[in-house]
């Protein structure tokens, strides 16, 4: 009988510590809910072009009239164009998500890299991060996010970009908490008098040790991010593009065209809630997740 | 721009180490100079992103007017943008330190003036709001997290969460729509109301309930969340079922040890989170048509006011700056490991 | 059963269920009837809403419509529009002459004019207004194009004005300048600053406290010399959310709104206190193209898409257009089909296409005249290469948050997919708009002007002489258009005094233009307003028939406002007299006493009743857990 390798027992342990991990997030109940929600309506959004057909989505081929209220032929009723309010809200949910992904791997990648730097080197590294994270944290992001938003060319990619440059500084902070705590331990000592260097105590050791949090924050950050795309799109950054609408550009859409005055109920509704489920939703994972990696925060 | 719900890792590992009292006067000063270097890091960025703003300034300003060659230099001139993007810089810290921020183009009147114009409204209505936030979160949070896995706690803990995820905007949108007439629907007070200071008080108190529960709903949860967590955290402590076994009550015990402990994480947070609030503001101040300084800031960025923008910039990170200072002292005083030293 | 012990904890918890009671009862029953009180004594007040803040309250400095319209009543002009039809009458001037080579014109003063603070208003005034003017360029930035060909200004006595001019002027009969009072403003170092308040004016109303981003308020002018207003106060609110405005306008907030959206104008069709006018307005918006932007000596300038300089192309998008289906998407119905350059609304120069020059909206037309053209379409997404192979995108610049721009754009871009072009909406604040069309960056611009009962205005826009100089300034330019003929045309209707033959001219000058093509008129939009009709009788409408209220070329509607009660509403006829008589009165407002302070005073008690109700439940529930111990 063959001994597994150093590293196939590295993975085996590894999968062991994710199922027992899986096991303990599936007692909660919150979380599974949340998850099942996320992965309907990830499902749904990806599913979109399947099930209906992006041309209505133009407004020269809408058939509804205006802002009709719900009927069985539009289930949420129409927008101003006459366009059906449950297609947009489908296919808002392509944009509002990728945003929301994008922007928070792009955020969570920088402040994961500054976060551990700042703790492994120490010193005046550090010393200058932190400085530089603080003033990011201490920023009021919407006005950074607005000005960054009008110097570049409108468009997802801009808002993207601004949320991903400017909430990196949270996460920032906590892997630079979380690797001043491991690299306390004694195993990175030992690692460090064996010759590891710099690249490898990093990646072999502080990264994997650090993963669990992250995994975690960047679920709780993905919310957030949906929030600011929101945001950003109701104040009038976001894409213009009509084909490409994002739950913000129809709650901007539904503000000029006074949905509010005309109690189009159907038309302010659904974007906002649409939003609030699905930002409830991670974030009950994450912190179910959070729970996980913390027991003493478990329920019961 | 809303941000993550700290995990309560994060938010204890904000704890500075105590120190021996002497080092007191020696954190005092880092702090402070930490946010004086932190204050020169905005001035620069301030700059620098405003100025590469695209447009052409001068033409902003006399919009559709015909101009003469002539108006146009002696402008140029006037605001110096003939000079070197470092001679612009320099001349614009010196005004800067002479209380000089410059004209507002669209107004053309002096950006400080606006700035203080549009201050206080703002100060009204975050102040108020995070007031009562603070108060809110701290007291929901002590509740369900004393009693937790009861009722109270996961229906308020529910509560929080779903009103954090909304945006701003759409709450205050639904609150307009809902409240229809019984409110104000914009502005600080009515142009009729009589000028004596009790009237003028009272409507302004009417004006701000939708905007300060619009601020409210979604700022308070972050406080009950972290405040929960951090007296979880206390509750496991040893001191406490020493105290408890030493025949104290539960709410003597609660009130006198747990919840001061938990207590520091929260202060923290509440500066911390004074630029997110403010973002908030300008989201609430747009739906309200609140005449502060978020909205200036907005409607400054859709035009290109550049002189308006760097001024409001200056002032709102400087404040939220200035707020962490106070907080990382406020934290010096308050950490009982030091008091106790 | 929960058996309260406390009569601490028993009072608290009574106080906070009768609270929670009340409010659902109180409140609702007094704002059931949401007119504000106004008994006899309480100034007679009339409240507008305004979407668009103020810049400046200096005559100088304004521009802003809010500003300007404010101004209007705070300041006469030497002339202003009749009521009726909109033909220049004399207001401070009561009649003025003309040299026979139209460079001198003399104006003849009204004796027994006066300023608010009861000095006389003299040629004087006039005099040191526009001779300000001349000598300090900040005194021209809002009004410097009227005196750019001015000579030389003189009053050579209390009554009489005279003014020289370089070139004939048409618009010396219609001069929109504020004329300020020379007292109190030579004394000012800086004719650009801040204003004071009170400001001492000469029109119905002057300023007497402007809070900016809030409101600005004016009161009734007692020494007008046409005759005080019906009213005392006259207040402007401003509302960022125009929903807000009209939420306001429904809960009695405020009396009268403008701008509003056919969505919002619908949605109070069915409101009892509202009264609804659908003005023909003098607007017209269009689509501008650019043909090869140059300066006014033919330097191309810009970064506009060649291929749009081949007038079959813009053919084929104007074709591609439908006026009808924005009338009724954008617009609500509540807007007449786009056709010639003039506004229907004055009747004799406005044209319509006929005959074979028609071009209706045929997408299969506009896709076969691109194919003849020589525009083939690529296979995949079916967007068509210009002439040089590329494939055809264009931007189309538009005013963001704009009702017209924000929902015609994605019809022209869906329509103009369908023949094989590509467009990108860019939606810009309104100054980003302004200097890229000015510079030529665009390929295509959402745009439109207010015309003027004399079309010389806005025909003088599509000259060649309109494009800006070198520096990019001089000039307003629209589609950047320069064309001989138009050109030719333009300089003969301008010395054109006989009116039909004038009328003939400018219609093969809009024939011309529809030709180009450089712009598409998408439709002439109606100015839609509200106003409380149980608090206002009604208003002067300019023109008399079918126009509006607010924003007029003049004072009337804020002049002759009148509150309910107090009918009938003037009618102010050609030299300005009220020629309304009879008995045209509605039942005057019923008192409702105050309900304002009612529901301010349900809330603050319901607010104090609830903290002390609070208060006291915990302070109940502290002493029996201490009872109990």
Redesign the interface.
Known sequence: MTTPSPRALAWRRRGAAFAAGWREFAKQRTGLVGLGVLVVIVLLALLAPVLTDQENL????ATGG??ESPSWEFLLGTD???RSVLLLTLWSARISLTVGLVATLISVAIGTVIGILAAHFGRWVSAGLM?VT??F????????????S??LE?GVGTIILA?GL??WP?AA??VR??TLTIEARPYIERSKALGGGHFHVISKHVLPAVAP?VF??TT??V??AI??E??LS???LGD???MRPSW?SM?R???????????A?WY?LP??IA???V??AF??C??AL?SVL?P??R?? | ??????????AL??VPPPTRGGGTVRYVLTKIG?GL??FA??IVLGFL??R???GNVIATMTRGRPATPEMIAQLEDEYGLNDSLWQQFLTYVGNLLHGDLGNSYIFRVPVLQKIEERLWPTVLLVGVATLISVALGLWLGTRSGWR??SRFDRVSTGVA??L???????LG??L??GTTGLFPTAGLVYSDTPPDFFSQAVDMAHHLVLPTITLVAVTYAQYQLVMR?SL??EM?ADYLTTARAKGLRDDQVRRKHAVPNALLPTVTLVF?HL??V??GA??TE?VFSWPGLGLL??DA??V?DLPL?QG??VV??GA??FM?VIADLLYRVLDPRVRAS | MIIVRSRRLALGVTLMVSALVTVPVGIPASASTPVKAATAQDPKILRIGVTQAVDSLNPFISITRTGTDILRSQFEFLTTYSQGSMTPEGTLAEKWETSDDKLTWKFHFRKDVKWSDGEPVTAKDAAFTFNKMLDDEVARTANGSYVAQWESVEATDDQTLVIKTKVPQATMEALDIPIVPEHIWSKLADIGAEATYPMVGSGPYYITEFKEAQFTKMKANKNYWRGAPKIDELHFIYYRN??AA??ALQSGQIDLVNRL?P??F??LKNDPNVALNNAQNRRFNEIVINPGAATNDGTPIGDGNPALKDVKLRQAIAQAIDSK?LVD?VW?GYATEGAGYIPPVFADFAWQPSGKQVRKFDLDAANKALDAAGYKKKGDDGIRLDKTGKPMNFRLL?H??A?LD??A???V???L??IGIGI?????SDDQVNEDTTRGDFDLAFSGWNANPDPDYVLSLQTCANRPNAEGKGGTPDSFLCDKTYDNLYKKQLSEFDRDKRIDLVKQMQSRLYDQATTVILGYDNALEAYNKKAFEGFPLQPADKGVIMNQQGYWGYYGATPAGEGPVPVYGENGENTATGDGTTEAAADDGGNTGLILGIVGGVIVILLIGGLLVMRGRRKTAEDRE
């Open positions: 133009d407004v020269t081929k205006r802002m101003r164009a006459g400085r603080d003033f944290l201490v920023l009021p992001s919407l006005v950074l996010a607005i000005a960054l009008s110097v409108r949320i400017t909430s949270a902070r906590l908490a979380q949090l975690v924050n709780l950050a919310g957030s929030v600011s929101s945001t109701f104040l009038g213009p593009d009509p913000g709650l859409s539904a503000w000029l065209d006074s949905a509010m005055i005309a109690g109920w302010l974007p906002g939003i609030g489920i930002v409830l974030t009950m994450g912190r959070e913390n003493r925060l329920e019961g | 721009m809303s941000d993550i719900l700290i995990p309560t890792e994060e590992a904000e930490g270097i932190s890091l905005v992103l405003f590469a703003l695209p937790r896995g969460l779903t954090w995820s909304t945006p701003t905007f759409w949108m639904l307009l729509a967590s979880i955290e496991g911390l630029g997110f403010i973002a300008i989201t747009t800031t907005y960025l859709r290109h923008l409001t910039f709102l990170a939220v700056i962490n | 125009a929903d009209v939420t959206t969505q919002q619908d949605a289906t998407k609500g538009a963001a948050e009702n924000e929902t754009g994605p019809f871009k869906g329509w997919k369908d990108t909406l860019e939606p810009v």
